[in-house]
Every structure is written in structure tokens, then in C-alpha cells.
């Protein structure tokens, strides 16, 4: 199975669409939706930390389509 290249950015959320969908934006203003991805750890820990409009998120794109992505956490200032 080939693994395609991936960017890793900060966001932040600008609208939760649904519980696993959120329109989030880059600092250089690009904006697209993220889903919220499953839990690598097996902890649980991005059900307890709410992602609301105006969380900063750590978003992973892939290199060859920037229309979509996944939350990967919700990041605690």
C-alpha cells in the first residue's frame, strides 16, 4: 500500500458542521473541512476536549488534496 505525502498544520476551527465535521482555516486564510479523526492513542483523549469555534486544532492534509483533512487533536494553549 503506497503512503502519500502529508502536511501537518495548526488551524483553527471556525464552524463545527456536525459532531465530526468542522470548517477550519489555516494563518494564510485557506479554509476547507476537517472530520475528526479516530483516537491513536485508545485514551479518549479528543472526546473530553470540545472543539468549539475558535479551538486551534492540528490538522493533517494530504499533499495532493487541500479541499478536505483530519483533526488529529485539539490543542491546549
Excluded: W
Amino acid at each position: 500500500m503506497q503512503r502519500f505525502d502529508v502536511v501537518r498544520a495548526e488551524a483553527q476551527v471556525i464552524e463545527c458542521v456536525s459532531e465530526v465535521l468542522y470548517r477550519v482555516e489555516l494563518s494564510n486564510g485557506h479554509q476547507f473541512l476537517a472530520h475528526r479523526g479516530g483516537d491513536s492513542t485508545g485514551k479518549g483523549s479528543f472526546i473530553s476536549k470540545r472543539c468549539l469555534p475558535g479551538s486551534k486544532v492540528l490538522v493533517e492534509l494530504r499533499a495532493f488534496d487541500l479541499s478536505s483533512g483530519t483533526v488529529l487533536e485539539v490543542l491546549v494553549p
